[in-house]
């Protein structure tokens, strides 16, 4: 998909662990689960493109570019991606209750 000029680009860590959070949110409440991955896709896919830079540096990965940014979706889910000229790679997502320094980037850096 090409928003904005760039590519979005979704890793396969990150499909799995937006995977893994609907899962979670399926056993508590399916209706809830569903309605939080299509909140969240729509989020990466119509919010963050438009404006890549607008989101914090990702401190976990500072480069010289600022090109790895964190995005946070409603204070409880932390997005992490790199922008580049032609690309807007999303790497990860996870619970901000989580260890950030415990975080997988995948090797798709």
């Known amino acids: 998909m090409i928003v904005e000029g760039r590519e979005v680009v979704l890793t396969s860590l990150f ?7 609907q899962e979670y949110f399926n056993e508590i409440n399916p209706k809830q689960g569903r309605k939080l991955s299509t909140n969240l896709f729509n989020f990466i896919t119509d919010v ?3 404006h890549p830079y607008m989101f914090a540096e990702y401190s976990g990965k500072p480069t010289p570019e ?11 889910h932390l997005i992490i991606y790199k922008v580049s000229d032609l690309k807007i790679t999303f ?3 996870f ?3 989580r260890n950030p320094s415990s975080i997988d980037l995948g090797e798709e850096l």
């Open 95 to 97: 619970h901000t209750s």
């Open 15 to 21: 499909i799995t662990q937006l995977a893994a959070i």
């Open 91 to 93: 790497l990860t997502i």
């Open 66 to 76: 600022h090109s790895y940014r964190r995005a946070v979706y409603k204070k409880n």
């Open 48 to 50: 963050i493109p438009l």
